[in-house]
């Protein structure tokens, strides 16, 4: 697993991509695992500090009960749709997988200013990285995965 500082000493445009993304779009998609296994969307937002993706969970939310049973996961950053006459113009969007591990150390947490005592954060960690969006006639996505680096594949 990565930190968001080592995705960005890898694969540093695609790290640009993806973090003014996720800056511009406050709100984003979190897919968890379900006891049973099947999936769990939930909206939840994101930050970077420290070199470091995080976000946060209420106390006794379901998403958190989720990720401390089986911290794997992924996020979704989706963006404006495109001009109509121009779908070059769409920003794309963002895929991020890895797991999610929550941070108890209470020096760290008093430092993200949780707002309860009760309340989860979770420390991101990357596996996959995926931009897609299109260039003149072609979907490009820029791709990182670790232990592979980055790759762009376009398709008409």
């Known amino acids: 697993m990565a930190s968001w500082r080592e995705f960005e000493r890898q694969a540093p445009e695609l790290a640009e991509a993806a973090r003014r993304l996720m800056d511009t779009y406050t709100h984003k ?3 968890t695992l379900r006891k049973d296994g099947s999936p769990r969307v939930s909206g939840v937002e994101t930050s970077f ?6 976000t946060g969970s ?3 939310a379901v998403k958190a009960a989720d990720l401390l049973r089986d911290p794997r996961m992924a996020l979704h950053v989706t963006s404006r749709d495109p001009d109509g006459a121009d779908p070059s113009s769409w920003e794309g969007d963002l895929k991020l997988s890895g797991r999610a591990v929550e941070v108890t150390d209470a020096a760290v947490r008093a430092a993200y ?12 960690e990357l596996t996959e990285v995926a931009w897609t ?3 003149g006639d072609e979907l490009v996505i820029a791709a990182w995965r670790e232990g592979v680096g980055e ?3 376009r398709r008409k």
């Open 49 to 54: 500090k420290d070199g470091d993706l995080w």
């Open 133 to 135: 969006r299109v260039r």
């Open 29 to 31: 998609v979190l897919a």
């Open 58 to 60: 209420m106390p006794r």
């Open 113 to 124: 200013g949780l707002p309860d005592a009760e309340s989860h954060l979770f420390r991101i």
């Open 151 to 153: 790759r762009e594949f």
